[in-house]
């Protein structure tokens, strides 16, 4: 089999089942095919970025069936040099290193398709952040994606990955010994601060940001959306990844009519 080589093809999913192509030219204000999220299918599994990089059977992703799949060659590269190399770039591809627009399960997919068959993975895939970004409702968008970042990065869920070592165990804090009546004077708190300085703190901490030209749909959709994903990992049944996706597509799903939105 090593002579003859392994096939390469790409498992393409669409995370919005169906929903981008209904809404999003009501929604962004142009035709967007799908929300893509990609897997290279080779040695029998499918290999792809999610919460780290993991490998799963081919038809055992938890992405479902494909919507497509597409042809990317034939690679001569052994299983095991193929699994070292994920290896090493595997401190690259973890939650915290994700990033919506520009690093992530896509991204990985073309470096890996690279590294199979010299060739990336179709540019449609590749350019639909940019699609995204480019739409009339853009920059209501960006600010709500790195607003989910930020929550990924935070999200302190343990991810499982395939090819990144086990962390070391972290043992248990022992216990302090009971400190003396004049070390516990030295260490008592310090006293809480009053309501009214916390309040003022709290102001200070939120200043509101300088006049936005899209009013209060900017603010309204944000909050829309991470209370979707706090509501949905909190569950404990979806990926970070995942719930993000789900929480963008129920956001889009009440907010069909843009103008309605805006308007509300």
């Given at each position: 089999?090593?002579?003859?080589?392994?096939?390469?093809?790409l498992?393409?999913?669409d995370?919005?089942?169906?929903?981008?192509?209904?809404?999003?030219?009501?929604?962004?204000?142009?035709?967007?095919?799908?929300?893509?999220?990609?897997?290279?299918?080779?040695?029998?599994?499918?290999?792809?970025?999610?919460?780290g990089?993991?490998?799963?059977?081919?038809?055992?992703?938890p992405?479902?069936?494909?919507?497509?799949?597409?042809?990317l060659?034939?690679?001569?590269?052994?299983?095991?040099?193929?699994?070292?190399?994920?290896?090493?770039?595997?401190?690259?591809?973890?939650?915290?290193?994700y990033?919506?627009?520009?690093?992530?399960?896509?991204?990985?997919?073309?470096?890996?398709?690279?590294?199979?068959?010299?060739?990336?993975?179709?540019?449609?895939i590749?350019?639909?952040?940019?699609?995204?970004?480019?739409?009339?409702?853009?920059?209501?968008?960006?600010?709500?994606?790195?607003?989910?970042e930020?929550?990924?990065?935070?999200?302190?869920?343990?991810?499982?990955?395939?090819?990144?070592?086990?962390?070391?165990?972290?043992?248990?804090?022992?216990?302090?010994a009971?400190?003396?009546?004049?070390?516990?004077?030295?260490?008592?708190?310090?006293?809480?601060?009053?309501?009214?300085?916390?309040?003022?703190?709290?102001?200070?901490?939120?200043?509101?940001?300088?006049?936005?030209?899209?009013?209060?749909?900017?603010?309204?959709?944000?909050?829309?959306?991470?209370?979707?994903?706090?509501?949905?990992?909190?569950?404990?049944?979806?990926?970070?990844?995942?719930?993000?996706?789900?929480?963008?597509r129920?956001?889009m799903?009440?907010?069909g009519?843009?103008?309605?939105?805006q308007?509300?």
């Amino acid at each position: 089999m090593a002579e003859e080589g392994y096939k390469v093809t790409l498992n393409v999913y669409d995370l919005s089942n169906g929903l981008a192509r209904q809404l999003s030219t009501s929604f962004l204000g142009k035709p967007i095919e799908a929300i893509w999220h990609t897997g290279v299918v080779v040695y029998g599994n499918e290999y792809y970025f999610g919460g780290g990089i993991q490998s799963s059977p081919v038809g055992t992703t938890p992405y479902g069936r494909p919507m497509r799949t597409v042809e990317l060659g034939v690679t001569h590269i052994p299983q095991e040099v193929f699994e070292d190399y994920l290896r090493d770039i595997a401190p690259r591809y973890t939650a915290e290193t994700y990033r919506l627009l520009t690093h992530n399960c896509n991204n990985f997919s073309n470096e890996v398709a690279q590294f199979l068959v010299g060739a990336g993975i179709p540019d449609y895939i590749l350019n639909l952040p940019n699609e995204v970004m480019s739409s009339p409702m853009g920059p209501l968008i960006m600010p709500m994606i790195q607003n989910l970042e930020a929550t990924l990065r935070s999200n302190t869920a343990p991810q499982t990955t395939q090819f990144v070592p086990t962390a070391a165990s972290v043992s248990a804090t022992p216990q302090p010994a009971a400190p003396s009546p004049a070390q516990a004077k030295r260490e008592a708190p310090a006293p809480a601060p009053s309501p009214a300085a916390e309040e003022k703190k709290a102001a200070k901490e939120t200043t509101a940001p300088a006049a936005d030209p899209l009013g209060s749909a900017r603010g309204k959709v944000q909050e829309e959306v991470m209370r979707e994903f706090a509501a949905i990992m909190a569950s404990g049944t979806l990926r970070a990844s995942e719930a993000a996706a789900l929480a963008m597509r129920r956001v889009m799903e009440r907010h069909g009519d843009g103008a309605t939105m805006q308007q509300s």
